[in-house]
């Protein structure tokens, strides 16, 4: 019945004989010897036999029984029944990727054989993870990934193109078969260094073949996806764009490849050079299909533009740039001192789209700062935000003056967000009475004390000059931290703040509305007497009248070549105020949850983490922040 034509009758053969031989394998009565030949003598002998298919398919619904089985002898099972065919599996794949396609005729069989071995090479790799067996057929993706890398480049369709380039990233995210597997991999369960040698070998493979031009034949012009197929039906349009599953997918190989690679390297000029050549690679990749392109003033965009649909892939993609940029970090630490060569090391995380504030300022940006998403993703299992989140926040602590520079430049940037605006960033100063020099276009974003920092003119270079208004740290001071009016937070899958004290907390909300929208008048107003009596000047200095908003040792200056709109004021402090708002919405509504018992988890040290954020913050703040003005009556421990 497995040749019948009848492709459904054929199919439920198969899967009737899969359940059959799972039953044999589960009350341990011993498989049928001539069905065991059957297989063996046809995969071996691929491509000549013509039944291997039949064999594959029956031998992948096994597989699948034995991993969805909630039993605890599985991993017995599973032994017993890969025991037989261990070599044999090394033998097709073999066979199976060292074919010449273009000699074969028949491109469905060859397609067909390619997608029943790709699904049960998934679940092979997938037992290991999760049931830490050791087979050698377990391990023949690793032993030769360059077979299945080739076949991206094969003259296939693109589905079948799209199916092994995601069957590769699931390999190096270690989430093959994870929707058989109940739960996730155990987090106490002794590390496997076989595995970590494995992914590594892939992730060179990975790497060597993105040298070899890999990213090059990828097939991203994607067709419209519909139930009924991908094909445009009359009287609709078609609105052509890139395939986003592939760039997510491209994307994630080549990051997470350089994570495990530099997980395995000492040298930090090697991992330097390493991930600006891979990194250049990838964007200049993604510019050709983005649309609108990346923009050259800050290329860390390019994640929340090519995973804003893919949630758990950002959160994969972002949480790999930290970790490359936290080894890459203690590296530098340990042979530059000279402020120079840090400044050289920021402008390299810039220019390489991998700055960490910048990626994790796109995403606040991306879900509108409000804190419910971000308590989703913590309480959600199917992302890795919180481990994401942990390690950013620790690093934040440590490297709050970079952070407080990368927030001046978005603030300035969103407030001209209809020009093309390139970013400069000064020299360094030898002194704070050194005289200002206008810096090139791709200098870098300073976190240093004695550095400058700014946005300099827009690429309109027809127009006439635009009259430059410096805003020094002195600038910030006539607008307090509180001014900025609080955004109006996007309604959430769950009403978190649904509790007895809801009612008392949302009238202090409104009285500390009322009161910020006050002072964020007064302030408008201020700036614009400011302008409006000195617009002829080419330079614009503001006296302090409060606490500085940046930090106490900072002498960071900042420039922009524009006029200084009233409607914009507010974000000339937005972008740190409100992040550290949503901040403290966050640990505010995590604490409620916690008094009740609903956080999922012990949320203990993320509320520390988030408090001493908060408090990083509090010490550059006015006096009107401890009044209590600014967020009244509110209490957490």
Request: glycine share 2%; hydrophobic share 40%.
């Amino acid at each position: 019945m497995f040749q019948n034509l009848d492709k459904l009758l054929s199919h439920m053969a198969a899967k009737c004989l899969a359940l059959l031989l799972y039953f044999q394998l589960r009350e341990k009565i011993t498989l049928s010897n001539s069905w065991i030949a059957f297989c063996q003598k046809n995969l071996s002998e691929y491509p000549e036999r013509d039944k291997a298919l039949y064999c594959l398919s029956t031998l992948t619904i096994v597989m699948k029984e034995i991993l969805k089985d909630t039993c605890s002898q599985k991993t017995e099972i599973l032994k017993q029944f890969l025991t037989p065919f261990n070599t044999i599996f090394e033998v097709f794949y073999n066979s199976l990727f060292s074919q010449h396609f273009e000699n074969h005729q028949d491109f469905s069989k060859i397609v067909n054989s390619l997608i029943c071995f790709l699904e049960l090479l998934e679940l092979l790799i997938a037992s290991r993870i999760h049931l830490k067996l050791h087979f050698t057929c377990q391990r023949i993706l690793f032993l030769k990934p360059s077979c299945v890398l080739d076949v991206i480049s094969w003259p296939v369709q693109a589905f079948v193109k799209r199916k092994f380039i995601i069957f590769i990233k699931k390999c190096l995210l270690c989430k093959v078969g994870e929707d058989l597997c109940r739960g996730s991999v155990p987090a106490l369960m002794p590390p496997d260094d076989h595995l970590d040698v494995d992914m590594l070998a892939l992730a060179d493979a990975v790497l060597q073949a993105v040298d070899l031009g890999l990213l090059r034949t990828l097939s991203v012009h994607g067709k419209p996806s519909h139930f009924g197929g991908d094909e445009v039906q009359p009287g609709w349009e078609h609105v052509p764009g890139p395939d986003y599953v592939i760039l997510r997918a491209a994307s994630l190989l080549i990051i997470r490849s350089l994570e495990i690679k530099f997980q395995n390297c000492a040298s930090a000029d090697e991992m330097k050079v390493d991930l600006q050549r891979f990194m250049s690679e990838l964007l200049t990749f993604l510019k050709r299909h983005l649309q609108p392109s990346l923009q050259s003033h800050n290329l860390c965009e390019w994640l929340s533009r090519v995973f804003v649909e893919q949630d758990d892939d950002m959160l994969e993609a972002a949480k790999a740039l930290l970790g490359i940029y936290l080894k890459l970090t203690r590296k530098c630490e340990a042979t530059e001192s000279l402020t120079q060569e840090k400044e050289m090391w920021n402008h390299h995380t810039h220019e390489n789209g991998y700055n960490p504030h910048c990626i994790f300022l796109f995403l606040l940006k991306t879900i509108v700062f409000d804190s419910t998403v971000l308590l989703d993703f913590l309480i959600s299992s199917e992302t890795c935000f919180l481990e994401y989140f942990v390690r950013y926040l620790k690093l934040l602590q440590k490297d709050w003056d970079h952070f407080f520079t990368v927030c001046k430049y978005f603030d300035v940037t969103e407030s001209k967000d209809s020009v093309n605006i390139y970013c400069c960033i000064s020299s360094l100063v030898q002194d704070s009475s050194s005289n200002w020099t206008e810096p090139g276009p791709l200098a870098v974003l300073s976190h240093h004390r004695n550095a400058h920092a700014c946005v300099c003119h827009a690429s309109d270079a027809s127009s006439e000059p635009l009259n430059q208004i410096v805003l020094s740290k002195e600038a910030y001071t006539t607008l307090p931290a509180n001014s900025l009016s609080p955004c109006r937070a996007s309604p959430s899958l769950v009403d978190y703040d649904s509790s007895d004290d809801s009612e008392e907390e949302s009238t202090n909300q409104r009285l500390a509305n009322s009161r910020l929208t006050s002072f964020h008048q007064e302030a408008v107003k201020k700036i614009q007497d400011r302008i409006g009596t000195s617009r002829g000047e080419k330079e614009l200095s503001l006296k302090p009248q409060s606490r500085p908003l940046v930090p106490k040792e900072s002498n960071t200056p900042f420039s922009v070549d524009c006029d200084l709109a009233s409607d914009s004021t507010a974000s000339q402090v937005g972008i740190c105020y409100r992040t550290v708002k949503c901040f403290e919405e966050l640990r505010g509504a995590i604490y409620r949850l916690q008094k009740k018992n609903l956080f999922p988890y012990n949320p203990t040290a993320l509320l520390k983490l988030l408090k001493h954020v908060e408090a990083i913050y509090n010490k550059s703040l006015n006096p009107l922040y401890n009044s209590g003005i600014l967020f009244p009556q509110t209490v957490f421990p």
